[in-house]
């Protein structure tokens, strides 16, 4: 079994209204050192996988196909054999 | 007319986009469940609003793998009308059959309220009974609606006469303030490449009668039918 941290995040260049007001949140809490939050989603996927490779391969086709929209959104994933 | 309504898990305007077409139009309108995968029967298929699978992941993203979209991208394919509102745009894109995306809104508030429109495009599917530049009153009601795609897909849109019509004041003048969910250029509904697939965010089947505050939903309406007779006698 594999298991895969995966982080779909928002492109550089895609506005992030929620990381804006994040960062207003944590401004008025006193953390004035913050200068940027990005706001993304998290996912674990347990998965059964001959290999590692195929493991990686079907995660990345999963990213592609649904995880992450490519028009606004990029993705990286971690994954260990458990 | 026969139209197709589309029913996903959590959609909600489909017995108003029913009552619209059926009740006021005299058109024929079925609910369709998103498990059947045959709309062969149907000159027009509508994707309403509402939050399918719960908006989870992102809206639309879930609907677009369901048994029924594959025959609404056949239902496109040979030409027919396809209209996705609200959610129903968002599922449209999701499955690629029109570009970009619908965000979160830029004030993170669910925006539900009057809007106007101001038609740029008037001889698309569904503003063909409508003239450039007319100014119509249509309420909007979502959190995710803010439009995105990157600048060179925008110019496409705007240079190909995609744009159906933008968010705009009273005037008809596209103003920051006008725009109510920070959709990009003020864009409130395109029309892919061919003009058979349509996507809007505000929601002409809640403006049908004057009880619900204004009848401009039905000039777009009727801009369908319009169209789909003019198809047949052709």
């Given at each position: 079994m594999f298991r895969a941290r995966v982080y779909v995040t928002l492109k550089p260049t895609v506005n992030d209204p929620q990381g804006l007001t994040i960062r207003g949140g944590l401004h008025s809490l006193g953390f004035e050192s913050v200068e940027d939050v990005r706001a993304g989603k998290y996912l674990e996927i347990t998965l059964e996988g001959d290999d590692k490779a195929s493991a990686e391969k079907q995660v990345t086709e999963m990213c592609q196909k649904l995880l992450a929209n490519p028009v606004i959104e990029d993705f990286r994933f971690e994954l260990r054999e458990t | 007319?026969?139209?197709?309504?589309?029913?996903?898990?959590?959609?909600?305007?489909?017995?108003?986009?029913?009552?619209v077409l059926r009740d006021l139009l005299g058109q024929q309108a079925d609910l369709v469940w998103h498990r059947d995968a045959d709309l062969s029967g149907y000159d027009a298929v509508v994707l309403p609003g509402g939050f399918s699978y719960g908006d989870y992941l992102r809206c639309g993203a879930i609907a677009r793998f369901s048994p029924v979209m594959d025959a609404v991208v056949r239902h496109a394919e040979v030409g027919k009308p396809v209209i996705g509102i609200c959610n129903g745009f968002q599922v449209l894109c999701e499955s690629g059959l029109l570009p970009g995306v619908l965000m979160r809104n830029d004030s993170l508030q669910f925006r539900c309220q009057d809007t106007y429109l101001c038609i740029e495009n008037a001889e698309t599917l569904f503003t063909n009974e409508l003239t450039?530049?007319?100014?119509?009153?249509?309420?909007?009601?979502?959190?995710?609606?803010?439009?995105?795609?990157?600048?060179?897909?925008?110019?496409?849109?705007?240079?190909?006469?995609?744009?159906?019509?933008?968010?705009?004041?009273?005037?008809?003048?596209?103003?920051?303030?006008?725009?109510?969910?920070?959709?990009?250029?003020?864009?409130?509904?395109?029309?892919?490449?061919?003009?058979?697939?349509?996507?809007?965010?505000?929601?002409?089947?809640?403006?049908?009668?004057?009880?619900?505050?204004?009848?401009?939903?039905?000039?777009?309406w009727r801009s369908v039918i319009q169209a789909g007779v003019a198809t047949v006698a052709g």
């Amino acid at each position: 079994m594999f298991r895969a941290r995966v982080y779909v995040t928002l492109k550089p260049t895609v506005n992030d209204p929620q990381g804006l007001t994040i960062r207003g949140g944590l401004h008025s809490l006193g953390f004035e050192s913050v200068e940027d939050v990005r706001a993304g989603k998290y996912l674990e996927i347990t998965l059964e996988g001959d290999d590692k490779a195929s493991a990686e391969k079907q995660v990345t086709e999963m990213c592609q196909k649904l995880l992450a929209n490519p028009v606004i959104e990029d993705f990286r994933f971690e994954l260990r054999e458990t | 007319m026969r139209f197709a309504v589309v029913v996903f898990p959590g959609t909600w305007s489909d017995h108003d986009c029913q009552y619209v077409l059926r009740d006021l139009l005299g058109q024929q309108a079925d609910l369709v469940w998103h498990r059947d995968a045959d709309l062969s029967g149907y000159d027009a298929v509508v994707l309403p609003g509402g939050f399918s699978y719960g908006d989870y992941l992102r809206c639309g993203a879930i609907a677009r793998f369901s048994p029924v979209m594959d025959a609404v991208v056949r239902h496109a394919e040979v030409g027919k009308p396809v209209i996705g509102i609200c959610n129903g745009f968002q599922v449209l894109c999701e499955s690629g059959l029109l570009p970009g995306v619908l965000m979160r809104n830029d004030s993170l508030q669910f925006r539900c309220q009057d809007t106007y429109l101001c038609i740029e495009n008037a001889e698309t599917l569904f503003t063909n009974e409508l003239t450039p530049g007319q100014v119509i009153s249509i309420p909007i009601s979502h959190g995710e609606g803010s439009y995105y795609a990157d600048d060179a897909t925008l110019d496409d849109l705007e240079s190909n006469g995609r744009v159906a019509f933008r968010y705009c004041n009273a005037n008809g003048e596209p103003t920051p303030e006008s725009n109510p969910n920070g959709s990009v250029r003020n864009i409130a509904g395109i029309v892919n490449e061919r003009g058979n697939v349509f996507g809007m965010m505000p929601h002409p089947e809640r403006a049908g009668e004057s009880l619900m505050g204004g009848t401009d939903g039905l000039l777009l309406w009727r801009s369908v039918i319009q169209a789909g007779v003019a198809t047949v006698a052709g």
